[in-house]
Nanobody, 124 residues
Framework: QVQLVESGGGLVQAGGSLRLSCAAN????????MGWFRQAPGKEREFVAA????????DYADSVKGQFTASRDNAKNTVYLQMTSLKPEDTAVYSC?????????????????WGRGTQVTVSS
């Protein structure tokens, strides 16, 4: 079983930056595509970013392209989400997920393991 634990969330002012981390247990971390999702109050869960097993390729939602960057360090079993130029609409619970054999990395239902999320709040 893969266990994922997010950290790095908090309260920031608009225009600020945060770096989220997702730490995984186990020795098979490098075999998983990793995704980031978020859910704002009253809204459905939204795809944010996904990164390939090696970290050499990443996909982003149109809403965060150019502002968020996903990366991973397989030696540390950790995936990151660097968020810059944060806006109040970025306020949400951010969760990481792991999956294998994915065809559509933006579909949350295709991921098998999920963390419980970390709160990001952006004030005006």
């Amino acid at each position: 079983q893969v266990q994922l634990v997010e950290s790095g969330g908090g309260l920031v002012q608009a225009g600020g930056s945060l770096r989220l981390s997702c730490a995984a247990n186990g020795r098979t971390f490098s075999s998983y595509v990793m995704g980031w999702f978020r859910q704002a109050p009253g809204k459905e869960r939204e795809f944010v970013a996904a990164i390939s097993r090696s970290g050499g390729n990443a996909d982003y939602a149109d809403s965060v392209k150019g502002q968020f960057t996903a990366s991973r360090d397989n030696a540390k079993n950790t995936v990151y989400l660097q968020m810059t130029s944060l806006k109040p609409e970025d306020t949400a619970v951010y969760s990481c997920a792991a999956g294998t054999g994915l065809v559509r990395v933006s579909i949350g239902d295709d991921y098998f393991y999920w963390g419980r999320g970390t709160q990001v709040t952006v004030s005006s």
